[in-house]
T-cell receptor, first 113, second 110 residues
């Protein structure tokens, strides 16, 4: 039973380019969460999605960031016109329902040059 | 804004020593979770505590939830090099996303 799969594991983008981060939740899970982690900082919540719906995006920057979780396929976190400050590890987690424990993927490490 | 303060931030000890790390908040949480994260990997859930005063044991790890459900501690007995990692606490309040502390980085040398 595959865990949460994130790809790519490492992503390098130049300033101004777009970054697309993918997350396939565990089989049977329909709740997806995205978190950002900076060195020596905790995980910061960004967005919570349930199939085709954004439930809570209170942690997501208002500009340049968007997320989706379509009926078919992985969840996508999209960052447009990346800046150096976007460099971080982005983690996706999934759960079977809102009250179940989160299972995390191994993250995508984004580096903006 | 809810905040979870973890202490110490860094801890370096010898194999066989005991240690305690703390997670404190001014907010009340419906539950509190502890995770361990190794370099290059995602956090892995160790335990969830729900009831004030609750104590849970996982082999050499003992987790306690404060009576007021605002704080928690993790005690490791006879630490081993395999315990090395980043320990994160996370608080849950109904209707909100999981809030994480900054973590305690533990290094156990043999």
């Amino acid at each position: 039973n595959a865990g949460v799969m994130q790809n790519p594991r490492h992503l390098v983008r130049r300033r101004g380019q777009e970054a697309r981060l993918r997350c396939s939740p565990m089989k049977g899970h329909s709740h997806v969460y995205w978190y950002r982690q900076l060195p020596e900082e905790g995980l910061k919540f960004m967005v919570y999605l349930q199939k085709e719906n954004i439930i809570d995006e209170s942690g997501m920057p208002k500009e340049r960031f968007s997320a989706e979780f379509p009926k078919e396929g992985p969840s996508i976190l999209r960052i447009q016109q990346v800046v150096r400050g976007d460099s971080a590890a982005y983690f996706c987690a999934s759960s079977g329902d809102r009250n179940s424990p989160l299972h995390f993927g191994n993250g995508t490490r984004l580096t903006v040059t | 804004t809810q905040l979870l303060e973890q202490s110490p931030q860094f801890l370096s000890i010898q194999e066989g020593e005991n240690l305690t790390v703390y997670c404190n908040s001014s907010s009340v949480f419906s539950s509190l979770q502890w995770y361990r994260q190794e370099p290059g990997e995602g956090p892995v859930l160790l335990v969830t505590v729900v009831t004030g005063g609750e104590v849970k044991k996982l082999k050499r790890l003992t987790f306690q939830f404060g009576d007021a459900r605002k704080d928690s501690s993790l005690h490791i007995t006879a630490a081993q090099p395999g315990d090395t990692g980043l320990y994160l606490c996370a608080g849950e309040e109904a209707g909100t996303a999981l809030i994480f502390g900054k973590g305690t980085t533990l290094s156990v040398s043999s």
